[in-house]
């Protein structure tokens, strides 16, 4: 079984909500509480956190229960968190990356295993998610990626490494699951599907 980190993006400034998100309520827990809570529910997996905006007042408003890494760079963008994070896990021997965003809070544990044992399977050495005619994130890299992920320095995301490494690549439909919530509209909306709450 390969050794894989669950690297949950949260560094960014919500700017677009005009509240910090990762503490927006989903249910019992906030939204970044809920994806950690999605993590370490994964069984032989690793999480941790990237925070960055924020982060002292999301540290004394919840406990993360997975390790946080602060990404001082952070306005930098998705990028910049992503290659921060990796750089860190290439230090512990990891023979992947799990990269999920706390901002979508239907994706579930379940379908992270499914990412995972494709993973260990050996057949590809990416596993994305495919949605909304694109692929992306939730995603797993395996090592020989990580150089490349640490060479991301903007707000662009991994996807290019996904497409230009297609032949390397098993996907996973995930347009129920993948849902970013970005604005105050969205977050209602995911929300009253998800609790059906006004």
Do not use: C
């Not at 390969?2 to 989903?26: C, D, F, H, N, Y």
């Not at 544990?109 to 939730?138: C, D, M, T, W």
Request: charged residues 25%.
């Amino acid at each position: 079984m390969k050794k894989v980190a669950i690297l949950i993006l949260s560094a960014g400034a919500s700017k677009r909500m005009g509240t910090p998100k990762q503490l927006l309520k989903w249910g019992k827990e906030t939204l970044l509480e809920n994806a950690v809570s999605t993590a370490v529910n994964v069984e032989n997996a690793s999480s941790f956190v990237v925070l960055g905006a924020n982060a002292e007042l999301i540290q004394q408003k919840i406990t993360l229960n997975a390790e946080a890494l602060y990404h001082k760079d952070w306005e930098q963008g998705l990028g910049s968190s992503i290659a921060f994070g990796v750089g860190t896990l290439q230090k512990l021997d990891f023979d992947g990356v799990l990269i999920m965003l706390a901002d979508q809070p239907f994706v579930t544990s379940y379908y992270l295993k499914e990412l995972i044992n494709s993973f260990n399977s050996g057949e590809k050495n990416i596993i994305a998610s495919r949605f909304a005619g694109s692929v992306g994130v939730p995603a797993i890299f395996s090592a020989e990626y990580f150089e490349d992920l640490k060479k991301l320095d903007t707000d662009t995301g991994a996807k290019h490494i996904i497409k230009s490494h297609f032949q390397d690549v098993e996907t996973f439909q995930a347009d129920d699951l993948v849902i970013d919530i970005d604005t105050v509209e969205t977050y209602k909306r995911a929300h009253k599907i998800k609790f059906n709450t006004d």
